[in-house]
């Protein structure tokens, strides 16, 4: 498998980071810089509010969080959000929204997202590293 020098993480890797997921810890072991599109944080966040130890979780989100480079939202991204919808509803292929804004994230900074989610292969011009 050929590794990527940088990589963004959708929300399911971040969770098995933060849980210790000792085969993709060590898959991304090899990856210089870790970029969380600012939609992953948001969920990160929300996760450790609404889990049984919000307190603790928090905290440890939040260093993960400050660990990694933020890729933050605006308006470029807010079209290509846009268009990655309307060619998903055109081809009857719907994916969660929080998923758009992801995908749009990533395409806009050119960085490939590592994920397990397969409907972000219906996006045109993601590339995926797939776990």
Same mark, same amino acid.
């Given at each position: 498998?050929v590794?990527? !020098?940088? +990589?963004?993480?959708?929300t399911?890797?971040?969770?098995?980071?933060?849980?210790?997921?000792?085969? %993709?810890?060590?898959l991304l072991?090899?990856?210089?810089?870790? $970029?969380?599109? %600012?939609?992953v944080c948001?969920?990160? +966040? $929300?996760?450790?509010k609404?889990?049984? &130890?919000?307190?603790e979780? !928090?905290?440890?989100? &939040?260093? $993960?969080i400050?660990?990694c480079?933020?890729?933050?939202?605006?308006?470029?991204?807010?079209?290509?959000?846009s268009?990655?919808?309307?060619k998903?509803?055109?081809?009857?292929?719907?994916?969660?929204?929080?998923?758009?804004?992801?995908?749009?994230?990533c395409? %806009?900074?050119?960085?490939p997202?590592?994920?397990?989610?397969?409907?972000f292969?219906? %996006?045109d011009?993601?590339?995926?590293?797939?776990?």
């Open positions: 498998m590794m990527k !020098e940088q +990589l963004a993480l959708d399911n890797i971040a969770i098995d980071i933060l849980n210790g997921n000792k085969r %993709v810890i060590q072991e090899e990856v210089s810089t870790l $970029f969380l599109p %600012v939609t948001g969920e990160l +966040l $929300f996760g450790a609404n889990s049984g &130890r919000p307190v979780n !928090e905290i440890l989100f &939040r260093q $993960f400050n660990a480079t933020i890729l933050s939202c605006g308006i470029a991204i807010a079209d290509t959000y268009e990655v919808r309307k998903l509803k055109d081809k009857g292929r719907p994916i969660p929204e929080n998923d758009i804004w992801i995908a749009a994230t395409i %806009v900074y050119d960085i997202l590592a994920t397990r989610d397969q409907h292969k219906e %996006v011009g993601l590339e995926l590293f797939s776990i």
